[in-house]
């Protein structure tokens, strides 16, 4: 089944209305304004993750340093055409996020050569995109550290999207700290192939529960979604990724592995709001870099031991 977002496109209508403009005259009303364009993830707004990150920091920068945004949503996955409409509205600078925007990003920043791109989650070899990445190994070795001093039945599941190199860096992390903390703990490892659809997820989720997986961690956009619903209705425990997604079951999610997108968004526009130009560069934010990290423990209680162990992996 795939997601019906009414519920949640209502909760931001209002949000929306302030917070940008799909006219571009209305984004172009001045000259002196900053403005930012943001393509999304297929998933879209709403999806409890990745892109109501991007969402967010881009809200802040609104209402911090007085710029102002536009999105665009490739619900089907025609990122140049969507692409298309923000480099039209001359936009100071346009973020894409996620591996799937990369090549609509490297053809149209190759098409527009004096227009400032932002890429997330991949790397672009162009004066005029600046790459930023996470290393998302080191925050979700600190959630296969909890899985592996946690589970009962020695065995837990990871849950990926589509396959790719960022999902990889989850899956290596995951996999690492279930090892350190319990090295005759057996990993379950399954890919969906797609980041929204939450009925494939349950299923993928329900699965690893009848194979005895008692934690899961998801990591697969709106698929995980489904997972981590899945893993409450089933009893078990899991964790959310990219935001703080306790909320999404509240019975089941210990932590989630938070990835700052919001926060590196805000810093671009924060540097530019400063007259300084973006260079083209490559940014990877980690754990020193505050780029990645743990939303609070919830739903268990680590012992002292336990939680010296990640203590002492965050340091």
Request: aromatic share 6%; glycine share 8%; proline share 2%.
């Amino acid at each position: 089944m795939k997601r019906i977002k009414i519920t949640v496109l209502l909760l931001f209508a209002l949000m929306m209305t302030v917070a940008c403009s799909s006219n571009s005259e209305d984004i172009d009303s001045s000259e002196d304004t900053l403005s930012a364009g943001l393509l999304v993830t297929e998933s879209g707004i709403g999806d409890n993750a990745f892109s109501d990150l991007a969402f967010q920091g881009l809200t802040q920068a609104r209402d911090e340093l007085d710029v102002v945004f536009d999105y665009r949503e490739p619900l089907d996955e025609n990122y140049e055409e969507e692409l298309q409409e923000l480099i039209d509205q001359d936009h100071d600078v346009i973020f894409g996020l996620s591996f799937t925007t990369s090549p609509a990003i490297k053809a149209k920043a190759e098409e527009y050569p004096d227009q400032q791109f932002v890429v997330i989650d991949d790397t672009i070899d162009l004066p005029n995109v600046t790459s930023i990445t996470f290393k998302e190994d080191e925050g979700s070795r600190l959630i296969g550290l909890i899985a592996g001093m946690r589970t009962d039945s020695d065995v837990v599941g990871f849950i990926g999207g589509v396959e790719s190199d960022v999902i990889q860096k989850f899956e290596d992390g995951f996999k690492q700290g279930v090892q350190e903390a319990n090295p005759d703990a057996e990993i379950l490892t399954e890919y969906a192939g797609t980041f929204d659809d939450d009925q494939l997820g349950a299923e993928i989720a329900s699965d690893m529960v009848d194979e005895g997986a008692d934690y899961i961690f998801p990591s697969a956009g709106f698929t995980g979604t489904g997972a981590l619903q899945e893993a409450q209705s089933q009893g078990i425990h899991a964790f959310g990724v990219d935001t703080d997604q306790y909320t999404i079951a509240e019975d089941a999610v210990v932590s989630s592995m938070v990835k700052n997108v919001n926060i590196a968004i805000y810093n671009v526009m924060e540097q530019l709001s400063n007259g300084e130009s973006l260079e083209g560069d490559h940014r990877e934010l980690g754990l020193e870099e505050e780029g990645v990290g743990l939303a609070p423990i919830r739903v268990i209680e680590l012992t002292d031991q336990q939680q010296q162990t990640l203590d002492n992996a965050q340091n």
